[in-house]
T-cell receptor, first 111, second 113 residues
């Protein structure tokens, strides 16, 4: 798999490898975090979410990790497929219920 | 089940004109939020409406306004369009205001010439 220690705007992954996408959030009061996937010409699609009282949550082929100490969020995608190519956004929810989005990471899957 | 729908899909306007964008939430959802997404950036929050009342507003000028109807659909209006208003306008719906998951529509691509 390919590990990214800092947030990078792009990530190239070999098909079948694991992907790790990182995100730093800004508001220590945020209590809820979401990962969205956005394909070209489409709206963001919900992938997985996690509340601030959790450190890890797993879905189908995806895992989200939350480190509140350093305000860091990551999305792990297992066995990356060509259909996983997209822009991935992390979003945090603050007390006023709006979502604040990160800059996004463009994932390209190599055949 | 139908997801969030938005109309029109694409729109071309000239500077100074006014535009109205429409959104229908997922059936049963009572909250609608609007976001602006400039090319290459993440969505930026504009408004949230719940039960026909504005519950939140982002850092956008008064040229931007919105409303929610009794059937929970919503309109976003932008007056005196500027070139910088060119963007993808996204609508998201959630079951209740306090419900966390927001589901997005496909967006309306606005181009201001």
């Amino acid at each position: 798999g390919e590990s990214v220690g800092l947030h990078l705007p792009t990530l190239s992954v070999q098909e079948g490898d694991n992907s790790i996408i990182n995100c730093a959030y800004s508001n220590s009061a945020s209590d809820y975090f979401i990962w969205y996937k956005q394909e070209s010409g489409k709206g963001p699609q919900f992938i997985i979410d996690i509340r601030s009282n959790m450190d890890k949550r797993q879905g189908q082929r995806v895992t989200v990790l939350l480190n509140k100490t350093v305000k860091h969020l990551s999305l792990q995608i297992a066995a990356t497929q060509p259909g996983d190519s997209a822009v991935y956004f992390c979003a945090e929810r603050s007390n006023d219920y709006k979502l604040s989005f990160g800059a996004g990471t463009t994932v390209t899957v190599r055949a | 089940d139908a997801g969030v729908t938005q109309s029109p899909t694409h729109l071309i306007k000239t500077r100074g004109q006014q535009v109205t964008l429409r959104c229908s939430p997922i059936s049963g959802h009572k909250s609608v939020s609007w976001y602006q997404q400039v090319l290459g950036q993440g969505p930026q929050f504009i408004f949230q409406y719940y039960e026909k009342e504005e519950r939140g507003r982002g850092n956008f000028p008064d040229r931007f306004s919105a409303r929610q109807f009794p059937n929970y659909s919503s309109e976003l209006n932008v007056n005196a369009l500027l070139l910088g208003d060119s963007a993808l306008y996204l609508c998201a719906s959630s079951l209740l205001q306090s419900t966390d998951t927001q589901y997005f529509g496909p967006g309306t691509r606005l181009t201001v010439l």
